[in-house]
Protein backbone atom coordinates (compact mmCIF):
# COMPACT_ATOMS: atom_id res chain seq x y z
CA UNK A 1 0.00 0.00 0.00
CA UNK A 2 1.13 3.73 -1.25
CA UNK A 3 2.62 5.72 2.06
CA UNK A 4 0.19 8.52 2.78
CA UNK A 5 1.67 11.82 2.71
CA UNK A 6 0.75 15.00 4.54
CA UNK A 7 1.22 18.04 3.26
CA UNK A 8 0.58 21.61 4.79
CA UNK A 9 -0.78 24.49 2.99
CA UNK A 10 0.37 27.58 4.60
CA UNK A 11 -1.74 30.69 3.24
CA UNK A 12 -2.74 33.47 4.37
CA UNK A 13 -6.58 33.49 5.62
CA UNK A 14 -9.40 35.19 4.52
CA UNK A 15 -7.82 36.10 1.29
CA UNK A 16 -9.58 35.50 -1.82
CA UNK A 17 -6.80 35.21 -3.69
CA UNK A 18 -6.08 32.46 -2.33
CA UNK A 19 -9.15 30.34 -3.47
CA UNK A 20 -7.65 29.35 -6.65
CA UNK A 21 -4.22 28.32 -5.49
CA UNK A 22 -5.86 25.79 -3.13
CA UNK A 23 -7.95 24.70 -6.25
CA UNK A 24 -5.03 23.83 -7.86
CA UNK A 25 -3.08 22.53 -4.63
CA UNK A 26 -6.54 20.34 -4.20
CA UNK A 27 -6.62 19.12 -7.89
CA UNK A 28 -3.08 17.59 -7.52
CA UNK A 29 -3.26 16.04 -4.22
CA UNK A 30 -6.87 13.59 -5.55
CA UNK A 31 -4.85 12.68 -8.41
CA UNK A 32 -2.11 11.46 -6.33
CA UNK A 33 -5.05 9.50 -3.70
CA UNK A 34 -1.88 9.43 -1.25
CA UNK A 35 -2.02 13.09 -0.13
CA UNK A 36 -3.43 14.80 3.08
CA UNK A 37 -3.53 18.38 3.22
CA UNK A 38 -3.40 20.11 5.72
CA UNK A 39 -4.10 23.81 6.35
CA UNK A 40 -4.94 26.72 8.51
CA UNK A 41 -7.86 26.78 10.44
CA UNK A 42 -10.12 29.07 9.60
CA UNK A 43 -10.53 30.89 12.59
CA UNK A 44 -7.10 32.26 12.71
CA UNK A 45 -3.98 32.05 10.62
CA UNK A 46 -1.01 30.86 11.93
CA UNK A 47 2.64 31.21 11.42
CA UNK A 48 5.36 29.16 9.31
CA UNK A 49 7.34 28.71 13.05
CA UNK A 50 4.18 26.44 13.77
CA UNK A 51 5.48 23.99 11.78
CA UNK A 52 8.44 23.05 13.57
CA UNK A 53 8.55 19.67 15.11
CA UNK A 54 5.72 19.32 12.62
CA UNK A 55 6.26 15.47 11.12
CA UNK A 56 4.97 15.87 7.84
CA UNK A 57 5.98 15.05 4.29
CA UNK A 58 5.91 18.72 2.60
CA UNK A 59 4.90 22.33 2.69
CA UNK A 60 3.49 24.79 0.19
CA UNK A 61 3.26 28.18 1.78
CA UNK A 62 2.97 31.63 1.16
CA UNK A 63 5.96 33.33 2.70
CA UNK A 64 6.29 37.22 2.37
CA UNK A 65 9.69 37.62 4.63
CA UNK A 66 12.91 36.74 4.93
CA UNK A 67 11.84 35.51 8.76
CA UNK A 68 9.41 33.68 7.31
CA UNK A 69 11.89 32.01 4.31
CA UNK A 70 14.40 31.48 7.02
CA UNK A 71 11.90 29.51 9.35
CA UNK A 72 10.66 27.40 6.35
CA UNK A 73 14.31 26.20 5.71
CA UNK A 74 14.66 25.09 9.28
CA UNK A 75 11.95 23.03 8.63
CA UNK A 76 14.22 20.31 7.24
CA UNK A 77 11.36 19.19 5.03
CA UNK A 78 10.92 20.59 1.10
CA UNK A 79 9.04 23.74 1.01
CA UNK A 80 7.43 25.43 -1.97
CA UNK A 81 6.88 28.97 -1.92
CA UNK A 82 4.43 30.97 -3.61
CA UNK A 83 4.97 34.14 -2.88
CA UNK A 84 6.58 36.95 -4.89
CA UNK A 85 6.75 39.76 -1.82
CA UNK A 86 10.40 39.03 -1.63
CA UNK A 87 13.28 38.99 -3.98
CA UNK A 88 15.79 36.18 -2.97
CA UNK A 89 13.35 33.67 -1.92
CA UNK A 90 15.75 31.20 -1.24
CA UNK A 91 13.64 28.06 -1.77
CA UNK A 92 11.89 26.42 -4.86
CA UNK A 93 9.16 28.95 -5.85
CA UNK A 94 6.33 29.07 -8.52
CA UNK A 95 4.20 31.91 -9.56
CA UNK A 96 2.99 33.71 -12.13
CA UNK A 97 5.25 36.06 -14.68
CA UNK A 98 5.08 39.35 -12.60
CA UNK A 99 7.10 41.15 -15.60
CA UNK A 100 4.59 39.69 -18.17
CA UNK A 101 1.44 41.06 -16.13
CA UNK A 102 3.23 44.43 -16.29
CA UNK A 103 3.47 44.52 -19.81
CA UNK A 104 -0.12 42.89 -20.31
CA UNK A 105 -1.54 45.86 -18.58
CA UNK A 106 0.43 48.27 -20.55
CA UNK A 107 -0.18 47.05 -23.79
CA UNK A 108 -4.11 47.41 -23.12
CA UNK A 109 -3.62 50.83 -22.22
CA UNK A 110 -1.78 51.98 -25.68
CA UNK A 111 -4.59 49.86 -27.38
CA UNK A 112 -6.90 52.45 -25.97
CA UNK A 113 -5.22 55.29 -27.69
CA UNK A 114 -3.18 56.71 -24.79
CA UNK A 115 0.11 58.20 -24.70
CA UNK A 116 0.76 59.39 -20.92
CA UNK A 117 0.66 56.67 -18.37
CA UNK A 118 1.86 55.97 -14.38
CA UNK A 119 2.41 53.57 -12.08
CA UNK A 120 1.90 53.47 -8.72
CA UNK A 121 3.18 50.96 -6.63
CA UNK A 122 5.06 49.60 -3.26
CA UNK A 123 8.62 50.04 -2.23
CA UNK A 124 9.18 47.04 -0.42
CA UNK A 125 7.52 44.86 -2.37
CA UNK A 126 9.74 42.86 -5.19
CA UNK A 127 6.62 41.92 -7.05
CA UNK A 128 5.68 45.55 -7.54
CA UNK A 129 9.10 45.99 -8.86
CA UNK A 130 8.88 43.80 -11.30
CA UNK A 131 4.94 44.90 -12.10
CA UNK A 132 6.67 48.11 -12.78
CA UNK A 133 9.59 46.48 -14.78
CA UNK A 134 7.30 44.98 -17.49
CA UNK A 135 5.19 47.74 -17.53
CA UNK A 136 7.67 50.49 -17.99
CA UNK A 137 9.46 48.64 -20.58
CA UNK A 138 6.56 47.88 -22.58
CA UNK A 139 5.94 51.42 -22.64
CA UNK A 140 9.73 52.07 -23.53
CA UNK A 141 9.36 50.17 -26.39
CA UNK A 142 6.82 52.46 -28.20
CA UNK A 143 8.38 55.41 -27.28
CA UNK A 144 6.42 56.38 -23.98
CA UNK A 145 7.47 57.20 -20.68
CA UNK A 146 5.67 56.59 -17.38
CA UNK A 147 5.42 59.03 -14.38
CA UNK A 148 5.34 57.06 -10.99
CA UNK A 149 4.64 57.25 -7.18
CA UNK A 150 6.00 54.24 -4.52
CA UNK A 151 4.55 54.87 -1.19
CA UNK A 152 6.06 53.46 1.84
CA UNK A 153 3.18 50.88 2.92
CA UNK A 154 3.34 51.16 6.65
CA UNK A 155 0.57 51.78 8.54
CA UNK A 156 0.26 52.78 12.52
CA UNK A 157 -0.63 56.36 14.56
CA UNK A 158 1.99 58.61 13.47
CA UNK A 159 0.66 57.68 9.85
CA UNK A 160 -2.98 56.52 9.34
CA UNK A 161 -4.47 55.42 6.06
CA UNK A 162 -6.67 58.30 5.32
CA UNK A 163 -3.50 60.72 6.21
CA UNK A 164 -1.80 58.00 3.74
CA UNK A 165 -4.34 59.23 0.84
CA UNK A 166 -3.33 63.28 0.49
CA UNK A 167 -0.02 62.44 -1.39
CA UNK A 168 -2.07 60.45 -3.46
CA UNK A 169 -4.26 62.91 -4.45
CA UNK A 170 -1.55 65.52 -4.57
CA UNK A 171 0.32 63.19 -7.36
CA UNK A 172 -3.02 62.48 -9.42
CA UNK A 173 -3.19 66.36 -9.64
CA UNK A 174 -0.01 66.69 -11.47
CA UNK A 175 -0.65 64.16 -14.11
CA UNK A 176 -2.40 65.52 -17.11
CA UNK A 177 -4.95 63.71 -18.88
CA UNK A 178 -5.85 61.64 -20.41
CA UNK A 179 -3.83 58.77 -18.75
CA UNK A 180 -3.32 55.15 -18.60
CA UNK A 181 -2.59 54.59 -14.56
CA UNK A 182 -1.48 51.00 -13.63
CA UNK A 183 -1.69 49.85 -9.85
CA UNK A 184 0.39 47.17 -8.04
CA UNK A 185 -2.60 45.43 -7.19
CA UNK A 186 -6.49 45.74 -7.41
CA UNK A 187 -6.88 47.05 -3.77
CA UNK A 188 -4.56 49.87 -4.54
CA UNK A 189 -6.40 50.37 -8.09
CA UNK A 190 -9.92 51.03 -6.05
CA UNK A 191 -8.24 53.27 -3.99
CA UNK A 192 -7.00 55.25 -7.02
CA UNK A 193 -10.51 55.13 -8.54
CA UNK A 194 -11.82 57.08 -5.34
CA UNK A 195 -8.98 59.60 -5.42
CA UNK A 196 -9.46 60.24 -9.05
CA UNK A 197 -13.29 60.56 -8.58
CA UNK A 198 -12.91 63.05 -5.26
CA UNK A 199 -10.53 65.26 -7.09
CA UNK A 200 -12.63 65.48 -10.27
CA UNK A 201 -10.76 63.23 -12.53
CA UNK A 202 -13.07 61.30 -14.70
CA UNK A 203 -12.82 57.40 -14.90
CA UNK A 204 -12.21 56.21 -17.40
CA UNK A 205 -12.55 59.59 -19.90
CA UNK A 206 -9.77 61.42 -17.77
CA UNK A 207 -7.79 58.32 -16.00
CA UNK A 208 -7.93 55.27 -17.16
CA UNK A 209 -7.09 52.56 -14.35
CA UNK A 210 -5.65 48.83 -14.17
CA UNK A 211 -5.28 47.16 -11.19
CA UNK A 212 -3.48 43.74 -10.69
CA UNK A 213 -5.25 40.28 -9.46
CA UNK A 214 -8.54 39.93 -10.98
CA UNK A 215 -10.23 39.88 -7.39
CA UNK A 216 -13.76 39.73 -8.77
CA UNK A 217 -15.13 41.57 -5.48
CA UNK A 218 -12.89 44.14 -5.41
CA UNK A 219 -13.25 45.11 -8.91
CA UNK A 220 -16.67 44.16 -9.28
CA UNK A 221 -17.81 46.54 -6.43
CA UNK A 222 -15.44 49.33 -7.22
CA UNK A 223 -16.98 52.94 -7.89
CA UNK A 224 -15.86 52.30 -11.33
CA UNK A 225 -15.59 48.28 -12.20
CA UNK A 226 -12.56 47.41 -12.46
CA UNK A 227 -10.15 45.90 -15.29
CA UNK A 228 -7.77 43.77 -14.03
CA UNK A 229 -5.10 41.34 -14.76
CA UNK A 230 -5.94 37.85 -14.17
CA UNK A 231 -3.12 36.06 -12.41
CA UNK A 232 -3.56 31.60 -13.36
CA UNK A 233 -3.67 31.16 -9.66
CA UNK A 234 -5.27 27.95 -10.32
CA UNK A 235 -2.30 26.50 -12.75
CA UNK A 236 0.48 28.15 -10.15
CA UNK A 237 -1.22 25.79 -7.32
CA UNK A 238 -1.29 22.91 -9.52
CA UNK A 239 2.45 23.34 -10.81
CA UNK A 240 3.61 24.18 -7.28
CA UNK A 241 1.95 20.65 -5.90
CA UNK A 242 3.93 19.44 -8.74
CA UNK A 243 7.21 20.84 -8.01
CA UNK A 244 6.56 19.62 -4.38
CA UNK A 245 5.83 15.93 -5.53
CA UNK A 246 9.40 15.58 -7.05
CA UNK A 247 11.26 17.78 -4.36
CA UNK A 248 9.76 14.69 -1.83
CA UNK A 249 10.91 12.21 -4.26
CA UNK A 250 14.48 12.96 -4.28
CA UNK A 251 14.69 15.78 -7.10
CA UNK A 252 17.43 18.47 -7.36
CA UNK A 253 15.36 21.78 -6.54
CA UNK A 254 14.96 24.02 -10.26
CA UNK A 255 17.94 26.65 -11.05
CA UNK A 256 15.13 29.33 -11.31
CA UNK A 257 11.52 30.11 -10.13
CA UNK A 258 8.94 28.54 -12.23
CA UNK A 259 7.01 31.23 -13.60
CA UNK A 260 3.52 31.41 -15.76
CA UNK A 261 2.05 33.37 -17.87
CA UNK A 262 -0.45 35.85 -16.34
CA UNK A 263 -4.48 34.28 -17.62
CA UNK A 264 -4.93 37.50 -19.32
CA UNK A 265 -6.07 41.07 -18.99
CA UNK A 266 -10.52 41.31 -17.78
CA UNK A 267 -11.25 44.71 -19.47
CA UNK A 268 -14.09 46.67 -17.71
CA UNK A 269 -15.21 49.95 -16.92
CA UNK A 270 -12.30 51.46 -15.72
CA UNK A 271 -10.40 51.18 -19.48
CA UNK A 272 -13.62 51.15 -21.32
CA UNK A 273 -12.11 54.39 -23.78
CA UNK A 274 -10.58 55.42 -26.98
CA UNK A 275 -8.56 58.23 -27.47
CA UNK A 276 -9.36 59.04 -31.25
CA UNK A 277 -8.44 62.23 -32.98
CA UNK A 278 -10.64 61.40 -35.80
CA UNK A 279 -14.40 63.12 -34.77
CA UNK A 280 -15.83 60.62 -36.87
CA UNK A 281 -13.80 57.36 -35.70
CA UNK A 282 -14.43 58.47 -32.26
CA UNK A 283 -18.37 58.68 -32.78
CA UNK A 284 -18.24 55.69 -34.19
CA UNK A 285 -16.29 53.77 -31.22
CA UNK A 286 -18.60 55.45 -28.66
CA UNK A 287 -21.75 54.43 -30.53
CA UNK A 288 -20.14 50.44 -30.54
CA UNK A 289 -19.20 50.95 -27.12
CA UNK A 290 -22.95 51.82 -26.10
CA UNK A 291 -24.86 49.41 -28.48
CA UNK A 292 -22.79 46.32 -29.35
CA UNK A 293 -24.68 44.16 -27.74
CA UNK A 294 -27.51 44.66 -29.61
CA UNK A 295 -28.20 43.94 -33.11
CA UNK A 296 -26.08 46.33 -35.01
CA UNK A 297 -24.27 46.29 -38.05
CA UNK A 298 -21.83 48.51 -39.69
CA UNK A 299 -24.70 49.82 -42.27
CA UNK A 300 -26.70 51.33 -39.61
CA UNK A 301 -23.69 52.53 -37.61
CA UNK A 302 -23.18 54.56 -40.97
CA UNK A 303 -27.05 55.69 -41.18
CA UNK A 304 -26.85 56.68 -37.61
CA UNK A 305 -23.54 58.60 -37.96
CA UNK A 306 -24.59 60.13 -40.90
CA UNK A 307 -21.73 58.95 -43.16
CA UNK A 308 -21.06 56.76 -46.07
CA UNK A 309 -19.64 53.38 -45.00
CA UNK A 310 -17.34 53.64 -47.69
CA UNK A 311 -15.70 57.07 -45.68
CA UNK A 312 -15.80 55.39 -42.44
CA UNK A 313 -14.35 52.47 -43.19
CA UNK A 314 -11.08 54.57 -44.72
CA UNK A 315 -10.75 56.85 -41.93
CA UNK A 316 -11.58 53.70 -39.44
CA UNK A 317 -8.56 51.84 -40.79
CA UNK A 318 -5.95 55.01 -41.25
CA UNK A 319 -6.79 55.61 -37.29
CA UNK A 320 -7.16 52.16 -35.54
CA UNK A 321 -5.52 49.97 -38.23
CA UNK A 322 -8.59 48.10 -39.23
CA UNK A 323 -12.19 48.29 -40.45
CA UNK A 324 -15.27 49.51 -37.86
CA UNK A 325 -16.21 45.89 -38.50
CA UNK A 326 -13.53 44.44 -36.77
CA UNK A 327 -13.93 46.58 -34.46
CA UNK A 328 -17.50 45.60 -33.51
CA UNK A 329 -16.69 41.78 -33.26
CA UNK A 330 -14.01 42.73 -31.00
CA UNK A 331 -15.69 45.03 -28.57
CA UNK A 332 -18.15 42.25 -28.33
CA UNK A 333 -15.56 39.31 -27.67
CA UNK A 334 -14.42 41.43 -25.14
CA UNK A 335 -17.45 41.33 -23.22
CA UNK A 336 -17.99 37.62 -23.50
CA UNK A 337 -14.48 37.44 -22.06
CA UNK A 338 -15.86 39.10 -19.10
CA UNK A 339 -19.17 37.48 -18.63
CA UNK A 340 -17.25 33.96 -19.27
CA UNK A 341 -14.77 35.18 -16.56
CA UNK A 342 -17.82 36.17 -14.33
CA UNK A 343 -20.09 32.99 -14.65
CA UNK A 344 -17.47 30.37 -15.59
CA UNK A 345 -18.70 26.77 -16.21
CA UNK A 346 -21.99 28.30 -15.09
CA UNK A 347 -22.43 30.47 -18.61
CA UNK A 348 -24.72 29.13 -21.24
CA UNK A 349 -22.82 29.97 -24.21
CA UNK A 350 -26.11 30.78 -26.10
CA UNK A 351 -26.91 33.36 -23.68
CA UNK A 352 -23.84 34.76 -23.77
CA UNK A 353 -23.81 35.28 -27.25
CA UNK A 354 -27.00 37.02 -27.50
CA UNK A 355 -26.03 39.40 -24.22
CA UNK A 356 -22.86 40.42 -26.77
CA UNK A 357 -24.79 40.91 -30.09
CA UNK A 358 -23.46 37.40 -31.70
CA UNK A 359 -26.42 35.79 -33.97
CA UNK A 360 -25.63 32.70 -31.56
CA UNK A 361 -23.44 31.00 -29.93
CA UNK A 362 -21.63 29.14 -33.01
CA UNK A 363 -20.90 33.00 -34.54
CA UNK A 364 -19.93 33.67 -30.63
CA UNK A 365 -17.32 31.00 -30.94
CA UNK A 366 -15.65 31.56 -34.32
CA UNK A 367 -15.58 35.26 -33.53
CA UNK A 368 -13.88 34.71 -29.82
CA UNK A 369 -11.02 31.82 -31.77
CA UNK A 370 -10.51 34.57 -34.02
CA UNK A 371 -9.52 36.98 -32.12
CA UNK A 372 -8.21 35.40 -29.24
CA UNK A 373 -6.59 32.05 -30.42
CA UNK A 374 -8.66 29.91 -27.71
CA UNK A 375 -12.33 28.79 -27.43
CA UNK A 376 -14.64 30.21 -24.93
CA UNK A 377 -14.41 26.62 -23.45
CA UNK A 378 -10.72 27.09 -23.45
CA UNK A 379 -10.47 30.58 -21.89
CA UNK A 380 -13.09 29.23 -19.32
CA UNK A 381 -10.76 26.67 -18.30
CA UNK A 382 -7.06 27.53 -20.02
CA UNK A 383 -4.03 25.01 -18.77
Known amino acids: MAKIKRIAVWHPVGDPQQMPLLRGISDYARQQGTWVLQTNPEIFSRGIRDLAGWPGDGVIAVLRSPAEIAAARNLKIPVVNLSGAVRHAGLPRVMVDQVAMGRLAAEHLIACGLSRFAY ?94 NDTITCEFCEVPLSSVARSNREVGYEAAALLDRLMAGEPPPPADILLPPEGLIRRRSTEVLVVGDRHVKAAVEYIQAHASQPLCVESLCKQLSISHRLLDLRFRKCMGFPPREFLCRTRVERAKRLLAAAGDNAKLQ ?33
Request: aromatic content about 12%.
Open 120 to 213: YGERETWYSQQRKEGFVAALAAKGYTCGMLEPTTRFGRRNPWYKWLEPIEKWLKTLQPPLGLLAVHDYAATMLVESCLRIGRRVPDDVAVVGIG
Open 351 to 383: QVAKACGFSGARHLRAAFKRVTGLTPAEYRRPT
